[in-house]
């Protein structure tokens, strides 16, 4: 009988959008890879171990919002970093003698700084970074890695962070390297944008988006209407996704 073929997937609620999905079955096609990805939009992380017992042939799992921090409980193993960095992004599955050992890394971080280091200028030492989900944990590991000053900017405010009200234009023109962790200006709510003082936007500045769809978000847009360099987060995803099939394809 012909083995089943080997499915990933992506978890996360709601999941209205999935690069990974399109990413990955183009890649299995186009590669002749006998295998398979699927979306599973579960509304509670407690689901995960009844996802993984229902399909036997679930190797890999890709985590994205609310889970990445939320699924850490749920691993038998996490890797150094992500331990350090406290968000998970990718799962790796395996079943050994009846037992299910799930096995937790990031390589949103790798993604992240091997996408921006190319346009990082000796001015931009300091950066702010909106939101603090695990997205923003992996963006702030990686200023950390390249010697780069961070501030948090939430809604709510906490010790580690700062509100957007209190963002001044003098903070804006102070921060050369601003980035967006938050959903805002992903496709539908593509009208909104993180609510700051645009104009003390530079040539200097680099405005960074995980956001992909659109292309160039609302934030980019003015960004860019002031002269700043702007990047999306489509190449990080590709990076990230590239560094988890790795991950999904080692004997560890």
Request: glycine share 6%; aromatic share 12%.
């Amino acid at each position: 009988m012909k083995p089943q073929p080997q499915l990933f997937g992506l978890i996360g609620f709601p999941l209205t959008h999935s690069f990974s999905s399109n990413y990955f079955n183009n890649k299995f096609k186009t590669l002749k890879i006998d295998a398979q990805y699927k979306d599973f939009p579960i509304e509670t992380i407690e689901e995960v171990h009844k996802l993984v017992e229902l399909y036997p042939t679930l190797v890999g799992l890709n985590v994205t919002m609310p889970y990445k921090e939320q699924i850490i409980p749920y691993l038998n193993e996490i890797s150094e970093e992500a331990q350090k960095i406290g968000a998970v992004n990718v799962v790796k599955i395996v079943r050994e003698n009846g037992n299910i050992i799930l096995k937790g890394y990031n390589t949103d971080v790798s993604g992240f700084v091997n996408s921006m280091k190319p346009l990082l200028k000796p001015y931009h030492k300091k950066a702010l970074i909106f939101g603090t989900g695990g997205a923003a944990k992996a963006v702030a590991y990686g200023l950390r890695l390249l010697n780069i000053e961070y501030r948090f900017v939430s809604r709510f405010l906490a010790e580690e962070n700062i509100v957007y009200e209190t963002v001044t234009p003098e903070i804006i023109q102070d921060n050369k390297l601003i980035i967006n962790t938050t959903p805002l200006g992903m496709h539908p709510y593509t009208y909104m944008c993180p609510n700051i003082p645009y104009s003390r936007f530079s040539k200097e500045h680099l405005a960074y988006d995980l956001v992909y769809n659109p292309e160039i978000t609302l934030f980019l847009k003015k960004a860019l209407y002031r002269g700043a360099v702007i990047k999306n987060g489509l190449e990080m995803l590709i990076l990230q996704a590239e560094e988890g099939w790795g991950i999904w394809n080692r004997f560890v």
